[in-house]
């Protein structure tokens, strides 16, 4: 049996969205700026694809920017801001779990000379709004906050820290990364204060390669590519048309049945966890399993380094990720780091990440594999140790 739980990585495509963009290499193969029919038609089809992905949001069409990915939405939006700020108000908040296309953005903005406020969080990696809100001055910009972590899954409050910064008697521009929200977390933007936000289409059956940015005021957006005009003068050069192409199909499949998904790929984890705590001893839980999101899965296991379970593992066909990406300055993952977990329990971290292809027979699989595993390489370490 194969089985993959590694979901927050990337996803496998939707057998829908591999034939909509083969459809686009070999029949729709034209430039959409064309002038003669073919380019037309395909400029009609992506206009298509950016109403549905905004009527899934809420927001209007010429909203949705297409581009690369999470990545560069997170890079373009946070220079974007910095740009047309920098001479009045160069502070910028965001938090100690965010992914490093964003604190290594504004890393790089802080040796120019910005004011970074990094904030903490609590040991379910939430952050408190009253620190936020004492963080505010009236040189802030911009405050970043992801919607769903990608380590532990904590859904952050992004609901309130948008009407907290509504309040305030100057502007601050919102942006939210939403990579591993998007399709698992049922939300509109119309409902929320928002000013940008940034999407992966490979975290949802889609291609790599291909994402989106959502930016609420166009006029307040400073492009990181110029060119030919493309994407409203917003992101030029050629469109990614199968990248397009198969993002849009995922959406359509995915928001087809949005709800009964993130039931589904919930009930899944909660089993999986069910399963975990019933057949190993000495593991904890990183995750908030009540509050999360419906597809991460971060568990410690006592006296075994997650590296090595994962390769285990590997040898079973069952692929999972660690908590233990490299940190220059701490040992282990920054966001479990940021939860104060201690450095046994980041070594023995292992994510699991779930979709709506996920059964029982895989995880009772997995469980089966796991305990195994961890009993051998735990009986081996206290034979080391005598």
């Not at 963009?21 to 089809?45: C, H, Q, W």
Request: glycine share 6%; proline share 2%.
């Amino acid at each position: 049996m194969k089985v993959y739980l590694d979901n927050s990585a990337t996803t496998k495509p939707y057998k829908e969205v591999v034939e909509e963009m083969i459809v686009s290499l070999t029949d729709d193969f034209s430039n959409p700026s064309a002038a003669y029919r073919d380019g037309f038609e395909i400029e009609k089809k992506i206009k298509q694809i950016r109403k549905n992905i905004a009527r899934t949001l809420g927001v209007e069409d010429k909203s949705i920017i297409f581009n690369s990915g999470g990545t560069e939405s997170n890079n373009s939006i946070i220079r974007s801001v910095a740009s047309l700020n920098k001479k009045r108000k160069n502070h910028i908040i965001t938090t100690a779990i965010e992914h490093p296309a964003v604190l290594n953005t504004v890393k790089s903005l802080e040796d120019d000379g910005f004011d970074i406020t990094v904030l903490d969080v609590d040991s379910k990696g939430y952050i408190n709004i009253e620190e936020l809100e004492a963080a505010i001055t009236e040189k802030t910009s911009l405050v970043s906050v992801m919607f769903v972590n990608n380590e532990i899954g904590c859904i952050e409050p992004i609901k309130e820290i948008g009407e907290l910064l509504k309040k305030q008697n100057h502007k601050i521009f919102f942006h939210v990364d939403a990579v591993q929200a998007y399709g698992k977390v049922d939300f509109k933007l119309s409902d929320m204060n928002i000013d940008f936000m940034s999407v992966s289409g490979h975290k949802i059956h889609g291609p790599k390669g291909i994402g989106f940015m959502y930016i609420k005021d166009t006029s307040k957006f400073k492009p990181l590519l110029e060119g030919g005009g493309q994407e409203f003068n917003l992101r030029s050069g050629t469109e990614n048309v199968p990248g397009i192409y198969g993002i849009g199909k995922a959406v359509e499949i995915v928001f087809s049945n949005l709800e009964e998904n993130i039931s589904y790929i919930n009930n899944l984890k909660n089993y999986l966890w069910e399963k975990l705590s019933e057949n190993i001893d000495d593991i904890k839980l990183n995750s908030d399993l009540e509050n999360g999101v419906c597809h991460i899965l971060n568990v410690s296991f006592a006296d075994v380094k997650g590296e090595v379970l994962l390769h285990y593992l590997e040898g079973d066909n069952i692929s999972v990720s660690t908590g233990s990406a490299c940190s220059a300055k701490k040992k282990g993952s920054h966001v479990l780091n940021a939860i104060a977990l201690s450095p046994n329990e980041i070594e023995g971290a292992v994510r699991f990440s779930l979709c709506d292809m996920n059964t029982k027979e895989e995880i009772d699989y997995t469980v089966e594999k796991i305990k195994s595993h961890v009993e051998m390489i735990r009986l081996l370490s206290k034979r080391k140790r005598r």
